[in-house]
């Protein structure tokens, strides 16, 4: 079982930068991947930016030369700068975890929202 605890999301207005943190918990030795995900109100949950345990990175078009995904595997986190953001970037952001047994864990979610 893994636990997954965002934090840092908010209020930036457009072009301006945040950073997100989800710590992990639990059988992490299980992750094989975590990443990213957003919902925007009406949308399907899309991937933003995932990176595996051999630290490979995958980043969905709209958020590439924007955001960058990175880990500490000291402290079982992975983080999301997003830089230069847009509005369109509004959404909920989800961090995922997924095991080698192929099991999702997911965070509660954090609210970013990019004023114009």
């Known amino acids: 079982q893994v636990q997954l605890v965002e934090s840092g999301g908010g209020l930036v207005q457009a072009g301006g930068s945040l950073r997100l943190s989800c710590a992990a918990s639990g059988s992490i030795f299980s992750i094989n991947v975590m990443g990213w995900y957003r919902q925007a109100p009406g949308k399907q949950r899309d991937m933003v930016a995932t990176?595996?345990?051999?630290?490979?990175?995958n980043y969905a078009d709209s958020v590439k030369g924007r955001f960058t995904i990175s880990r500490d595997n000291a402290k079982n986190t992975v983080y999301l700068q997003m830089n230069k953001l847009k509005p369109e970037d509004t959404a909920v952001y989800y961090c995922n975890a997924l095991s080698w047994s192929f099991h999702n864990f997911w965070g509660q979610g954090t609210q970013v929202t990019v004023s114009s």
């Open positions: 990176i595996t345990n051999g630290g490979s990175t």
